[in-house]
Each structure stands twice: as structure tokens, then as C-alpha cells.
């Protein structure tokens, strides 16, 4: 079984260099897989860092693409129709792999050939110790895990961070959905994927010893900021499926805007509460959720208001397609 790794990155050079280590030291037969690393139009040093190790580590078959357009689902494009193997095995550019990772997925692929894709445990290493309410939103930084067992299951969601699958499958549901390009942020990236997977009853395998390390920042990641906004980007998902995947209309983008400005309100109301009984654990939460809801408020207006945005989201240039037998060679 041959893989294409493919790592997608931007303005990571002092952090790319672990997963490519990571990479590097692999058990798996150096002739079975592949590194493929898209530059999505980084102003640092990446590209010195990725050549450094091309020309170290002439063994290791290592290719590099560089993407000017702003947006990770175009450097996925990239990444997907260049591959050479049978194999997709996405990372993130601050991601650490054990070194049987590309083992343990082959692993869980052969136990049961009718697996499409294989999600591996994401655990998160913290550059030093966050505060204590952070655990409990681990999740939104990319943790996953289900049990120490290889399972198999149908619509089993993946993590992009952790997430192999056949290149097939890949090109024929049409890859991954948008998520920022430029300032916007336009769609639900794997979740769209995973969605489509689902509909499809794709058999999803387990890997609990592919485990991948997700390197964060506490001064950056740990904060009440960068968690609000990871809820404000899943609560967009809902009025961008509404509109752009299912296709509902305006009526029933309308019906969730309202539902959710209600939700909104509710949920700020509950904020105050807790703030003033002086329960943070809780405040936390609903300041989070009630940011979650107040997002598809805006983003509904701005698909309802906005021209060039809503066009933007229906165009559908992200779509994998392959034209031909030969993708980029």
C-alpha cells in the first residue's frame, strides 16, 4: 500500500520542521509513500525550510509546490491531483507523528478492504501549561479520539489534522470543502467532506495507534478569543450548508437566522447569569455558544446582502475534478 502525505501549509517555518522530522522517521518502507508539501502563499521562510530538507534527505521523496492563491482548499486541490499513490494521508504543518503513523493506517486499510477512509488519534501538545478551563475545549483544537480499539464504522467524521483516504473516493465526492479564502470564511472544510462521506455510507476505519501530535500555542490557542472564533466558524457551517451544499433558499435561511438570533439572546442572557453567580466555568460556555449562534446571524445577512460573497460561495471552483487518467505528474 503506497501513500501521498500531503501537508498544506502557511507561514509555519518555525514549526513545519517537527512534522517533517516526523515524517522522515518513519518505519514504513521510504519507497511506499510520498511528502507533498503546498506553500499557500507564506511570507516566511517556508520554502528555505522545505528545500533544506529536499536536498538532506534525497532518500525521502519529498515534492513542493508553491500556491499563491489565498484559501487551504486550493493548496489541497494541489496536493490531491498531484498525488502519485493510492493513498491520501492529510496533516497539519504543526503536527507530530509517531513513527509507525503510515503503519498503523496501512494497518486498519487491509484488516477491511472495504474501508474508504481511516481517522487517527489527535491528541494536543501544549508548548506549556494552559490554564485549567482550556481541557474542556481541547476538542475544538482538533483532539479526537474514539477508544483504544480498531474500529470500522459507517460516516465515522475524520479530522483533517489525521485523515487518510483513497484517492478515489477522494476526486469522486469532489474533496474538501472551502474554509478562509483571504478574509472570508467561506464554508465547513473537512465537516463538508465528512458530510458528503456520510451521505454516501462510506465505511470510516478506526486507527487508535496513528497517533498525531497537535502542537498549540497557550498564549496563543489557550485564550477566550481563539476559542470564540473556532465556535463562530462551526456556527457558519449551518447557514452555508443551508444555502450553498443543500440548496434550502432563501425561506429556510431566513427561518435559521431567526432561530438563531433567539438562541443568541438566550444564550447571553445565561452569560450574565453565570457572570454574575460568579460561575466562570460556565460563563465560558455560554459566552462561546452564544457566539456560535450570533455568527450565523451575521454570515446569513452577509449571504442575503452581499452579491460578490454569494456568488462566491455557489461557484464551486474547489472542486476536485479530474478531467483525465493522469492527474499533475
Given at each position: 500500500m503506497k501513500f501521498s502525505v500531503i501537508i498544506t501549509t502557511f507561514n509555519r517555518a518555525n514549526s513545519i520542521h517537527m512534522c517533517l522530522d516526523s515524517l522522515i522517521s518513519q518505519d514504513y518502507p521510504k519507497e511506499n509513500f510520498e511528502i507533498i508539501i503546498v506553500n499557500n502563499n507564506s511570507t516566511d521562510n517556508t520554502e528555505e525550510v522545505v528545500e533544506d530538507y529536499i536536498s538532506r534527505y534525497p532518500e525521502v521523496n519529498i515534492r513542493y509546490f508553491?500556491?499563491?492563491?489565498?484559501?487551504?482548499?486550493?493548496?489541497?486541490?494541489?496536493?490531491?491531483?498531484?498525488?502519485?499513490?493510492?493513498?491520501?494521508?492529510?496533516?497539519d504543518d504543526d503536527g507530530i507523528l509517531v513513527k509507525n503513523w503510515l503503519s498503523e493506517i496501512a494497518n486498519v486499510f487491509e484488516k477491511n478492504e472495504n474501508a474508504t477512509g481511516v481517522a487517527g488519534k489527535?491528541?494536543?501538545k501544549w508548548d506549556k501549561t494552559p490554564p485549567e478551563w482550556?481541557?474542556?475545549?481541547?476538542?475544538?483544537?482538533?483532539?479526537?479520539?474514539?477508544?483504544?480499539?480498531?474500529?470500522?464504522?459507517?460516516?465515522?467524521?475524520?479530522?483533517?489534522g489525521n485523515l487518510s483516504i483513497k484517492k478515489k473516493v477522494l476526486?469522486?465526492?469532489?474533496?474538501?470543502?472551502?474554509?478562509?479564502?483571504?478574509?472570508?470564511?467561506?464554508?465547513?472544510?473537512e465537516t463538508g467532506l465528512w458530510l458528503r462521506l456520510k451521505?454516501?455510507?462510506?465505511?470510516?476505519?478506526?486507527?487508535?495507534?496513528?497517533?498525531?501530535?497537535h502542537l498549540q500555542y497557550a498564549d496563543k490557542n489557550a485564550t477566550v478569543k481563539d476559542i470564540k472564533r473556532r465556535f463562530m466558524n462551526n456556527g457558519i457551517c449551518v447557514p452555508y450548508n443551508i444555502f450553498a451544499i443543500d440548496k434550502e433558499g432563501n425561506k429556510n435561511l431566513v427561518r435559521n437566522m431567526f432561530y438563531a438570533f433567539r438562541m443568541g439572546l438566550r444564550w447571553s442572557y445565561k452569560k450574565l447569569a453565570y457572570t454574575l453567580t460568579g460561575n466562570m466555568r460556565r460563563r465560558y460556555y455560554a459566552l462561546f455558544r452564544s457566539a456560535f449562534y450570533f455568527a450565523q446571524v451575521k454570515y446569513s445577512l452577509k449571504i442575503i446582502t452581499d452579491r460578490e460573497f454569494r456568488n462566491s460561495l455557489t461557484k464551486n471552483d474547489w472542486l476536485?475534478?479530474?478531467?483525465?487518467?493522469?492527474?499533475?505528474?
Open positions: 508553491f500556491v499563491p492563491r489565498p484559501g487551504q482548499v486550493y493548496a489541497r486541490q494541489i496536493g490531491i491531483l498531484a498525488s502519485k499513490n493510492e493513498i491520501l494521508s492529510f496533516t489527535i491528541e494536543i482550556i481541557y474542556d475545549y481541547e476538542e475544538q483544537l482538533g483532539k479526537l479520539n474514539y477508544g483504544d480499539e480498531i474500529k470500522y464504522e459507517t460516516g465515522l467524521y475524520m479530522n483533517a476526486i469522486e465526492v469532489g474533496g474538501f470543502n472551502p474554509e478562509m479564502v483571504g478574509d472570508w470564511l467561506l464554508g465547513d472544510g451521505k454516501n455510507n462510506c465505511l470510516i476505519g478506526w486507527a487508535p495507534k496513528a497517533l498525531m501530535y476536485v475534478k479530474v478531467n483525465s487518467k493522469e492527474a499533475l505528474i
